[in-house]
């Protein structure tokens, strides 16, 4: 099946203005500001049941929906902070088919009428974002950026921002605030950015996979887009797969494949002959799941990842051989998210302050089965009770971990857990 | 030399990207600019940063404090920052770390005594397919290496000291 997200793996030199625009290139953009209303543009991508791709999966024509008409102006920012430990799919995306992207942030700023959208790009990506300013600047000299655009009143400006190294900037609003000029830490919602974003105004934020699927949306319609993936999670979806396999790498699959074909078809297997163990859907902020047959065969969408325990999120796959012990994978994750919680409230700065302790304890063969209690205990303690989901991401690895992979910490403390 | 006798026109071009009424959103590509050619912000460029943005000076040492990428003491010429997360450990990272270190002959977190190299250990750096993964913080901006291995990460080494002791 040819990509609708990787193009570049069937087009070389996507990336070069004139050939994006051979290939229908900017003919959405067009069709859009020239023959719909911005409304109806909402309307089409809320048919498509496209959701979104930065983690949390809310419906993406139904998020424009609702910004607020009484207060302007109105601002989109696309999030490209692509911070969560195994996932680099935007990335990709920004380096090798970058005017998509612009062309989905062009046609989310014409739907809400924002004449100024941002991309913020976590810190790191400092080259890509050189890049995407090249692109941005090409786009204005050949007349799809700027004022009064395809002999319309419409007028739009796409500028690029650099976070500098902070996960909780990839949290839509840390990210505005940081994007203010401030500490990067989470604004309590609601309210929500489209009622209150960007400078106290309007604003819609999108992950950059979300928005890349913007432009076959609207050049093809709703009904051409749910052709893939399955009927309440309908699309395609890019699979970041890191870990234990041959092939790690972004797969485009449509959502609903199982894990089964994207680990052995796709991946080419486990490493070294070694035996699947576990598998984290979301990247590091995932519920843990026991690699069994049944887990193998779910389709990975937004439903049945649920039912087997876990989430899809950024569909960021990390898969674990059996040569390592679950207690050293929580090690890890402990360790990302110490380091990442923006210290704003108690139980997200103290509590993993305290996982880390005890972790460690556990991890230099000091740990009693009593600190495997107390982990899962102070965990547990945390959730619900944090600002943000950053501090409900920090457990979701322990506690799922301790309840279904109990063996490998008895072995590390040397006792019975229960 | 203050920023703005050494950077006037590109002050300018940062302070275009946003309203002009909010030009506190300037300040972190600001920082950047003051870090790019010693690798640290100084107080005195905290201080006209903070005077070009209008807020405190406090405020801009908080952001510099806030994140990771903003330093405010001179280190190594070139930060190596080796990932070491989950995705990347998985594959062997922490050796990776290790071997780099025991190469230079110092610890995560520590500096050459030549002053040109400090290691650092990161997080995820967005290239967990390629890993081991180091990204290079320098002058020059920030690159990335990817899919490497010792020897590679030693002739990397080796032609960045050449580049330095050339100038
Ligand atoms: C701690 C934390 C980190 C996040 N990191 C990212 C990120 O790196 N990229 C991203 O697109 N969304 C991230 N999100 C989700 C955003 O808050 C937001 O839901 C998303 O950008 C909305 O875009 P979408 O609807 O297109 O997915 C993160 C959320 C949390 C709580
Ligand atoms: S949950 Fe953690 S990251 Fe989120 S606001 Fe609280 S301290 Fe900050
Ligand atoms: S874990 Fe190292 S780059 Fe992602």
């Given at each position: ?61 139904l ?18 902070d ?32 924002a ?7 976590r ?85 950059v996979?979300?928005?890349a ?19 309440k ?30 680990i ?13 163990k ?115 991401f ?25 | ?15 275009a ?65 080796i ?45 967990c ?39």
């Open positions: 099946m040819a990509h609708i997200l990787l193009r570049h793996r069937d087009i070389p030199d996507i990336d070069q203005l004139d050939v994006y625009v051979q290939n229908g290139g900017f003919a959405a953009f067009k069709k859009a500001v020239t023959t719909m209303q911005p409304d109806e543009v909402t309307e089409e991508v809320k048919a498509s049941g496209l959701r979104g791709r930065g983690g949390a999966g809310f419906p993406t024509g998020k424009w929906s609702f910004m607020d008409k009484n207060n302007w102006p109105h601002y989109v920012v696309a999030n490209a692509e911070s969560e430990p195994g996932t680099f799919k935007d990335r990709e995306i920004m380096e090798r088919n970058p005017f998509q992207f612009l062309e989905g942030v062009a046609i989310a700023a014409y739907a809400v009428g004449h100024r959208a941002y991309v913020y790009l810190g790191e990506f400092w080259q890509v974002a050189a890049w995407l300013d090249e692109k941005i600047a090409e786009m204005e000299a050949a007349g799809y950026l700027g004022e009064n655009l395809f002999g319309t009143e419409y007028s739009l400006k796409i500028y690029t921002h650099l976070g500098a190294g902070a996960y909780i900037c990839g949290e839509e609003t840390a990210l505005l605030e940081s994007l203010e000029g401030k500490r990067g830490q989470p604004r309590i919602r609601p309210p929500f950015p489209p009622s209150y974003g960007l400078y106290g105004k309007p604003t819609v934020v999108n992950n996979e979300t928005l699927n913007v432009p076959y949306i609207i050049a093809n319609g709703a009904q051409a887009y749910r052709q893939f993936g399955t009927e999670s309908p699309g395609v979806k890019i699979f970041s797969l890191s870990g234990n396999v041959n092939k790690p790498g972004n797969y485009e699959l449509p959502l609903g494949a199982t894990f089964r074909e994207l052995y078809e796709y991946g080419g297997g486990i490493q070294d002959g070694h035996k699947i576990a598998i984290m859907p979301a990247g590091a902020s995932s519920a843990v799941i026991v690699a069994n047959d049944e887990a193998l065969d779910t389709p990975m969408d937004y439903e049945n990842v649920q039912n087997v325990g876990s989430m899809l999120g950024s569909a960021s796959v990390i898969v674990i051989d059996d040569t390592f012990d679950m207690d050293w994978v929580v090690a890890k994750t402990i360790e990302f998210f110490k380091h990442e919680s923006c210290g704003k409230c108690t139980p997200c700065r103290e509590g993993n302050y305290w996982m880390l302790n005890i972790i460690e304890r556990i991890e230099e063969g000091e740990g009693s089965p009593q600190d495997v209690q107390l982990l899962d205990n102070v965990a547990h303690q945390m959730q619900g009770k944090c600002l943000c989901a950053l501090g409900e920090a457990t979701m690895a322990v506690t799922t971990s301790i309840e279904r992979f109990p063996e490998d910490f008895a072995k590390r403390v040397g006792g019975q857990h229960e | 030399m203050s920023l703005k006798e050494k950077y006037s026109q590109e002050i300018e071009q940062i302070l990207k946003y309203p002009p009424e909010h030009k506190r959103s300037a300040v972190m590509p600001l920082i950047y600019m003051a870090q790019r050619e010693g690798g640290y912000v100084t107080k005195e460029e905290m201080a006209e940063i903070a005077a070009i943005v209008g807020i405190t000076e406090t405020e801009v040492a908080s952001l510099i404090g806030f994140y990771t990428l903003f330093h405010d003491k001179k280190e190594g010429i070139y930060r190596l920052q990932c070491t997360d989950l995705p990347c450990a998985l594959r062997g990272a922490d050796r990776f770390l290790r071997d780099v270190c025991d190469h230079l002959g110092i610890q995560p977190g520590e500096t050459t005594p030549d002053g040109l190299f400090t290691v650092e250990e990161v997080k995820c750096l967005a290239a397919d390629h890993a081991p993964v180091m990204q290079v913080q320098s002058p020059q901006g920030i690159e990335y290496h990817e899919q490497l291995t010792l020897d590679m990460t030693i002739g990397l080494l080796d032609a960045l000291r050449q580049a330095e002791e050339a100038e």
